[in-house]
């Protein structure tokens, strides 16, 4: 295990893979000594800790409001990073928050706008959602949706991040 020494708002976004230092399915004891080292100072933290009621079994750690490490609490492993805000590091070299729906349809004809899900999805790569910003709007168009900028890029180990268990219920391969 890496110890994380230091996040980097720039750091290329790499699918499957992680950000910076922070790798996924690392362990979240890799970013205690970093997280520790802001909230024991006196100055203020530049961290936020934060759970989604619906889905207890994942804590937050929120970093300058511009990257969300989410752990599942019963591995222990981050199993998504979300960029946002501030975070200018991009996904494949050239997409990164702010950039057009389009210019990522371009890169690979994969991509697709889910309507129910409200996210950029892929059709086989279930580990990258972006989202847009079409809150708020009641119906849209395709002009709409190509134009519209990205608000957050989130990569992610799907099978570990979509499973919501009880303490009793662990999948085998989690306890390893």
Do not use: C
């Not at 409001?65 to 979300?82: A, F």
């Not at 899900?117 to 009641?138: A, T, V």
């Amino acid at each position: 295990m890496e110890i994380v020494k230091k996040i980097d708002l720039n750091s290329p976004i790499i699918p499957e893979q992680g950000i910076g230092e922070i790798k996924l399915l690392e362990n979240a004891f890799s970013l205690r000594p970093i997280i520790l080292s802001n909230t024991l100072s006196t100055r203020k933290s530049d961290w936020t800790f934060t759970t989604v009621t619906q889905f207890p079994d994942w804590l937050n750690f929120n970093y300058k409001d511009s990257l969300t490490i989410t752990i599942n609490i019963y591995t222990g492993k981050i199993v998504s990073l979300t960029v946002k805000n501030q975070y200018t590091g991009k996904i494949f070299d050239s997409i990164g928050i702010g950039s057009l729906v389009k210019d990522l349809f371009n890169l690979d004809s994969g991509f697709y706008y889910d309507e129910l899900d409200e996210y950029i999805l892929h059709k086989e790569d279930f580990n990258i959602q972006f989202d847009l910003d079409m809150l708020n709007r009641l119906s849209f168009t395709e002009q709409d949706v190509l134009n519209s900028k990205i608000t957050e890029i989130t990569i992610l180990n799907h099978p570990q991040s979509t499973t919501i268990v009880g303490a009793t219920e662990f999948p085998i391969e989690w306890t390893k």
